[in-house]
């Protein structure tokens, strides 16, 4: 299982939010690039990268905090916020980003997203579902859709698609512990999927859980910035994994 640390971006800076709420923000770094190589430094492989200011503006904002982790880690980052382009995604795997999260997009256009995953590779693209009650949140979980997870997920299978974050919006930031019975429902019935769980990781006991369970990968954020895990405790977890 993959341990991937979070970094979200307001304002170029490493902020968290609670339920998605922008008005819920906490800055916990004035510099993103630091952040990222600390998570290095410990040991960490990998790093989720959020363009908040994106999200919510449909375009990729936050070009140069991913310029300047790229230039100081050699961390394996995938990055979601606001692409809607395919000028955008070559530009971030230009920028030295391994894998891209397609969330509102996926929803809105899914011809186009189907198109990336043939021109790109499956290995490349991560379908972003966001999730509130099993319906699909879009546009920095600011506006629902009318797809339910499953749904969204089945109209991606046939077209390749392998590796899925799911995000449950409900525990996102509440340090409360992830949904463990969403997560088991989708694996049982999407078994072909690398699943990557996200929200409300609390402890490491929450990690050990999600491995048990068979995710792929588990995306931990605001447990890390307030001091509940440790990243010694995460690279020691990864090199058992």
Known sequence: MRI???IDIIDGKC??????????KTIYNENPAEVAKSFEDAGIKYLHLVDLDGA??????NWKVVESITAATKLEVDFGGGIKTEEEIQGLFDRGIQQVN????????PQKVK???QKFGKKKII?????KNEMISISGWQEDSA?????????????????????????????SGPNIELYKTLLLTFPQLQLIASGGVSNMDDIRELRRIGVDGVIVGKAIYEGKIQLEELSQLQLQA
């Open 4 to 6: 991937i640390p979070a």
């Open 115 to 117: 198109s990336w995953i």
């Open 147 to 175: 797809l339910t997870i499953n749904a969204f997920l089945k109209g991606y299978l046939a077209h390749g698609i392998e590796f899925v974050t799911c995000t449950d919006i409900a525990t996102d930031g509440m340090l």
């Open 56 to 61: 919510k503006a449909g375009k990729v904002i």
């Open 127 to 131: 379908l972003s579902a966001d999730v």
């Open 15 to 24: 902020v968290r939010l609670t339920q998605g709420d922008y008005g819920r």
């Open 102 to 109: 397609l969330g509102s997009i996926a929803v809105k256009e």
